[in-house]
């Protein structure tokens, strides 16, 4: 786990971890965020997901907007488009895009885009897709897969305020979307 430097983008730290990664004989790079916590044998369950999948990761909602779960496929508008998830939640859902806040990449993927690339800066940001979505087409252009295995739930910090609305007595949960606006939602809501 490695944080970026004050004022650079996480892809300077992805790609740092990566050069270090490529110094060893390790089969796989586990990212993980440090606003992400997971149960003890989180990477147990990642290492025995079933099927072929290059990049894996836990079952993770967004911090921002409405939390949603981080599970995508391509629209037919070409943009990433939430797939709803199986009830009960559990299995594995394959997908077009993935966070790297708890996820694990297979060795052979790594080289294979630093092959197509010709560098071992891999990660890099782009305004419409992160560094996140990025890398995750770099995936998708070298052939590889990509999976949520959600038998792996994780539980993804958010910044959060709980009140108490006087004329009612509900208990008010306020989610900061970074200052650009709130979600409230209700007790009873959740």
Not at 46 to 60: I, K, P
Not at 65 to 81: I, M, N, P, W
């Amino acid at each position: 786990m490695l944080s970026p430097a004050v004022h650079l983008p996480h892809a300077v730290a992805c790609n740092f971890l990566l050069a270090q990664f490529l110094k060893t004989e390790c089969d796989s790079l586990l990212f993980v965020d440090d606003d992400m916590r997971f149960p003890d044998n989180a990477l147990d369950i990642l290492r025995t997901t079933e099927g072929a999948y290059d990049m894996v990761a836990g079952l993770a909602t967004a911090r921002r907007g409405s939390c949603e779960s981080l599970v995508f496929r391509h629209g037919a508008d070409g943009k990433f488009q939430t797939v709803p998830l199986p009830v009960p939640v559990a299995g594995v859902v394959a997908v077009d895009v993935l966070g790297l806040g708890f996820t694990l990449v297979k060795r052979d993927m790594l080289q294979k885009i630093v092959t197509m690339l010709g560098s071992e800066e891999i990660f890099s940001f782009d305004p419409m897709l992160g560094e996140d979505g990025n890398f995750s087409q770099q995936v998708e252009l070298a052939g590889g897969t990509m999976a949520v295995n959600c038998d792996l739930i994780l539980e993804h910090a958010i910044q959060a305020y709980a009140t108490i609305e006087q004329s009612t007595g509900k208990v008010i949960i306020s989610v900061a979307d970074f200052g650009l606006r709130k979600k409230q939602t209700t007790k009873e809501e959740k």
